[in-house]
Structures are given as C-alpha cells and as structure tokens.
C-alpha cells in the first residue's frame, strides 16, 4: 500500500532531525479552506534555495473542487485561467518537490491543512513523497526540549495587514520568523 501523506508522525528528536541543521520552511496556497479544495501553488524557502510552482487542477477538481471566488480576489491572487495556463502537472509538482526537497524534514504553518493539500497532490499523482512534514509547533517545541527558549511567541511575528498571499513568499516568512522565535540557552 502507498502512503501519499508526508506529515510526520513520529516523535522528533536527535536522530531525526538536526536542531542546527538547514531548515526548509514550505506553503501551500489552496482553491479554499474547504474539503473540497485543492493545492494550487506550492513554495519552499531556505538559506541555499527557494522557490515556487503553480499546480494545474486535475479535471475532476474543476469539476467538483471547491474554489473560493473571495480567495482568488483578496488572498492569493491566482486565478483559475492563470493555472491552467501557467501550472504545471501534478506528476511533475510531485516529482519536482521531491527533487527539490529530499529526504528532508520541512515546516510548514498549519500542518492539518497544509498536510492534507500535499497528500492530496501526492496522492493524485501516485507519487510517494520523499520528505517528511512537520508543523511550526512540533518544531518549537523540539528546539524547547533541545536546549532552546522562547523569545517570541508567533502569534506576535505575524503581519497579515493587506498582504497578498503567495506561497514562496509565505514560506520565506515562516522560515525567518522560525528562526526569531528562539534561541540556544548560554
């Protein structure tokens, strides 16, 4: 049996992540926050690399899928006709994110929904993801247990004033506020 979800369910520690290793922070721009959405741009961002790819909605997507006028409008920015025009493939979003991203573990914001958009690509293109999610918490928390305090919360890194929403830019966010949030005990 294949297994498309890349969340990770396992207990972080030393022998699976490197607390001082790189850190690859990724979002996900969905049609809607909905059971019925899809992933329609996909972003990655770390200190070596970065970048983003549009996803062209599978046919039955269109068809069934849930899109959210009001997020194409006021968050994102995207557009149905720029996916079709502009996304690439699911088979080749899948395979291009596990080129990119390895066998590494990488953070997202919001692991229950960013998680399931990534299955969902992953699944729809049979194609086992190479790499392993984690939400910010779960790495807040493992920094915590491995010599780290908290000198920020997120909450107040956050800036979400009349920004556009887009997934590499969102992911270069996550990766410096993650790295604002603490700081190695002396």
């Not at 968050?75 to 994110?97: E, F, N, Q």
Request: net charge neutral.
């Amino acid at each position: 049996m294949k297994i498309f979800d890349p969340r990770f369910y396992g207990n972080l520690n030393s022998s699976n992540f490197d607390v001082n290793g790189k850190l690859i922070t990724i979002d996900i721009e969905s049609s809607g926050i909905s059971k019925n959405g899809y992933p329609i741009e996909v972003g990655w961002y770390s200190k070596d690399s970065s970048g983003s790819i549009l996803i062209k909605p599978e046919p039955d997507w269109l068809e069934n899928g849930f899109w959210c006028k009001y997020a194409e409008t006021h968050v994102h920015g995207i557009s149905k006709k720029m996916l079709l025009r502009k996304g690439i493939d699911v088979v080749s979003a899948a395979i291009r994110l596990n080129e990119t991203l390895g066998n590494s573990v990488v953070v997202c914001d919001v692991v229950e929904f960013d998680g399931t958009w990534l299955t969902q690509l992953f699944a729809k293109a049979n194609v086992i993801p190479s790499f392993k999610l984690i939400g910010h918490l779960e790495l807040i928390d493992f920094k915590k247990r491995n010599g780290c305090h908290l000198i920020k919360s997120f909450s107040e890194l956050q800036n979400f004033e009349n920004k556009r929403h887009r997934a590499q830019d969102d992911a270069k966010q996550l990766h410096e506020n993650m790295l604002k949030i603490t700081e190695p005990i002396a």
